[in-house]
């Protein structure tokens, strides 16, 4: 009987509502405005997170570009400073070799010589009795030890001068060559990523007299981002650089290593015997903004971790604390990992497009 007293109830609200010619909504806020107006306070709130969720997810990819934009300015960054750094050694080649020839003695052999063209009526008894002549053959062998030596000289400065362009060579090839593969997973060896991310720091390595050690095991191939690699490996060994200069009075090693981590994925170690991290900064290291060096930015290792995180690996850091060095492992997976539905195109992977 309750059941049938309701539904006429409603019945009879729904026939004054229309013909009082309000709809449900409308008779709900004649007759409860309350209602109404809480309701549409929840519907504005509801709107406004939706709105702040948009522009998040939308500087949410806003970030990302520009990290991988700031990541390539890193690589490009460190090439324009090891190209500047290779030209201030072809200057001092060229300058070196410059003044060599200005002061070079050639023109004394043109004057000796001069005698032999045209000689005195008797050329033994000028070469045994005149003074001139009694030293002739002396300076003549001292003539041309000297050009000899000077010969030998100008020679490294030239094989140097090729050496260093050679190197430029290499830098600007291996920068083009990573700045059109961007964003392209492929298959590779671990140790060809190694080997060019020193071949970019060549030259430092010369300049502070850093002994280069390679421990590289047998591995399968990796599936990378070759860039991203790059940039990842290229601050490693230039943050491994700093940590040795800083330390001082010992030998710099530093010592890139390679080796299978997992069936699944492969360690690459860069260790230095630098300045080495103190714990309270270890757990901080990775943090975007931070540093211990005056002219750093924090940004290239909280960038090289999101950088091997979306290759589906990981960075990590070790030290033992102040003076004891630091070792970095770069945690890649291997080929044979990749899903089999990879839309692959020989060795390449085209990314998904955020």
């Known amino acids: 009987m309750a059941t049938q007293v309701t539904a006429n109830q409603s019945a009879t609200a729904e026939g004054i509502a229309k013909a009082g010619g309000l709809g449900a909504n409308g008779l709900a806020e004649r007759v409860c405005p309350k209602h109404s107006t809480a309701c549409k306070s929840v519907e504005d709130e509801i709107a406004r997170r939706q709105a702040l969720e948009t522009e998040v997810a939308t500087l949410r990819q806003r970030s990302k570009g520009l990290s991988q934009q700031a990541s390539m300015a890193e690589v490009a960054t460190t090439a324009l400073h090891n190209v500047g ?20 003695r050639i023109q004394n052999m043109s004057k000796a010589l001069a005698l032999f063209r045209e000689p005195p009526d008797d050329l033994a008894r000028f070469l ?70 020193l071949r970019m720091n060549g030259g430092a390595f010369e300049r502070h007299g850093v002994t280069i050690v390679r421990e590289f095991a047998d591995t399968p191939p990796v599936a990378v981002d070759k860039h991203k690699v790059l940039q990842i490996l290229v601050n490693l060994i230039r943050n491994a650089k700093y940590a040795m200069d800083e330390q001082g009075g010992q030998q710099k090693v530093l010592t ?16 230095d015997n630098g300045i080495g991290i103190a714990p309270e900064n270890l757990v901080r290291i990775f943090d975007h903004g931070f540093t211990t060096r005056r002219e750093g930015h924090g940004f290239g290792l909280h960038s090289g971790m999101t950088a091997a995180t979306e290759m589906g690996g990981k960075l990590t850091a070790q030290s033992e604390g ?24 020989g060795n390449e992977i085209d990314l998904p497009h955020s």
């Open 85 to 104: 750094n290779v030209l201030n050694s072809v200057n001092v080649s060229a300058s070196v070799v410059a003044h060599r020839l200005r002061e070079s």
């Open 128 to 197: 045994a009795e005149d003074p001139k002549g009694r030293r002739l053959p002396g300076y003549l062998e001292a003539l041309t030890e000297h050009l000899t030596t000077e010969h030998a000289e100008l020679l490294r400065e030239m094989e140097a001068l090729t050496r260093s362009l050679e190197h430029m060579k290499e830098i600007v090839t291996v920068q083009q060559s990573y700045a059109r593969k961007c964003g392209v997973v492929e298959t590779l060896p671990a140790t060809e990523l190694v080997e060019d991310a």
């Open 256 to 271: 890139l290593g390679i080796r299978p981590r997992t069936e699944r994925t492969l360690t690459i170690t860069v260790r």
């Open 322 to 345: 102040h003076g004891k060095g630091a070792i970095f492992c770069l945690e890649l997976p291997l080929v044979q990992n990749l899903p089999e539905n990879n839309n692959a195109r």
